[in-house]
């Protein structure tokens, strides 16, 4: 979907898109309102995270969410003031209601990341590090305050390399977070480029946990002003950031990092024997980059559910990857807890396959859930 800025003549303007909502605003406005709304929310967080408590639910959730958006106040209010258009769902967003989904649906650990359509690069770099940690103290709160509830995927300041390396320091050091999100690209690049590198080697070197959630391309955005982004170019920036992390050797060089692709790996599984084929004639390299093979590498990483526990997608994934790789989610608030985990009831697996991936698998993941 395309976007006019509010302000045209602001020379930058930042875009956030998720699910076909789009907002547009000057860089101006955002700094702006921003800066009065995070004054005003900033050190009151904890309060705002305690109030509406939910009641413990009748029957005992189980499920690990590892795809759950938050949205802090003092970005709903920024983005309000500055003009920002965007879904009404997020605009409502509230913890009780993420409490009280989370009860209907049996999910008992919600791991919450921004959504990483949310870029803050435009607005600068010091202010792209401010509001970063910003975001993940706040986040971070809701953990404390509801330990077994919730979880946290850092957000980082990409493409600032140095301040990306000092916030995942923050992240696991102080705030204790539980893993870290990433985009699927940031400038144009995604996660395999040379470039970034050193937070790649930096995350292997810390065994982390890393989400990876899709945003607009900038390549490829505007093809169709009709259609939304998020009906196929989001799935397209997971095949695109998986294809750049394998024959980029990534994968190869991250061995002990722990990835989580979204809605179930997007075409990774109906692409993984095409490219295993087309690569041995058009990869001159592909021996070095991938000594273990094309299967090897895809078939260790981690796919989650959300929106695509349907038959067909779930058929495809299982039909490549072990049900140990596999981990529910369900892109809360774009698609509600009761829908996926009704998705996923339909999709015909035994009761030792739906257990794997309620539970188990990101038990395994993130030691600290199984508390």
Not at 192 to 200: H, I, R
Request: charge should be positive; hydrophobic fraction near 40%.
């Amino acid at each position: 979907m395309r976007c006019d800025p509010i302000d045209r003549k602001a020379e930058a303007s930042v875009q956030t898109c998720h699910t076909g909502a789009c907002g547009c605003f000057s860089r101006r406005s955002l700094l702006r309102s921003f800066s009065a709304a995070a004054a005003a929310t900033t050190l009151s967080a904890p309060a705002v995270w305690a109030q509406g408590a939910s009641p413990a639910p009748s029957a005992k959730p189980h499920r690990i969410d590892v795809h759950h958006h938050f949205y802090p106040p003092f970005l709903i209010e920024a983005w309000q003031k500055a003009n920002v258009r965007t879904t009404p769902v997020v605009i409502r967003w509230k913890l009780q209601a993420t409490l009280d989904q989370m009860d209907k649906g049996g999910v008992a650990t919600a791991m919450l990341s921004l959504p990483t359509g949310l870029n803050f690069q435009n607005l600068g770099a010091e202010d792209n590090k401010r509001m970063t940690r910003m975001v993940n103290e706040y986040g971070m709160q809701a953990v404390k305050e509801h330990p077994a509830r919730f979880g946290m995927f850092a957000f980082m300041p990409m493409p600032d390399l140095d301040a990306t390396l000092k916030e995942i320091e923050y992240a696991f050091a102080v705030l204790k977070a539980d893993g870290i999100g990433l985009n699927t690209s940031y400038d144009g690049k995604w996660l395999g480029d040379p470039a970034f590198k050193p937070v790649m080697d930096e995350l292997n070197r810390r065994k982390a946990v890393v989400f990876v959630h899709p945003v607009r391309p900038e390549c490829c955005d505007s093809l169709m002003s009709y259609v939304p982004s998020s009906f196929a170019e989001y799935p397209q920036e997971t095949n695109r950031t998986v294809l750049s992390l394998l024959f980029g050797g990534g994968f190869t060089r991250t061995r002990d990092i722990k990835w989580i692709f979204c809605h179930g790996g997007a075409a990774v599984p109906l692409l993984a024997n095409r490219v295993k084929s087309l690569a041995k004639i058009q990869v001159r390299n592909a021996a070095e980059v991938l000594p273990n093979g094309v299967d090897f590498e895809l078939q260790r990483l981690y796919y989650e559910t959300a929106n695509a526990a349907f038959v067909p997608n779930l058929t495809a994934l299982l039909k490549y990857v072990p049900i140990s790789q596999v981990v529910f989610g369900t892109d809360y608030p774009y698609v509600t807890v009761e829908e996926n985990v009704g998705d996923l009831l339909k999709a015909g697996l035994s009761a030792a396959e739906l257990k794997a991936i309620d539970n188990e698998n990101a038990m395994r993941l993130i030691p600290r859930l199984k508390a």
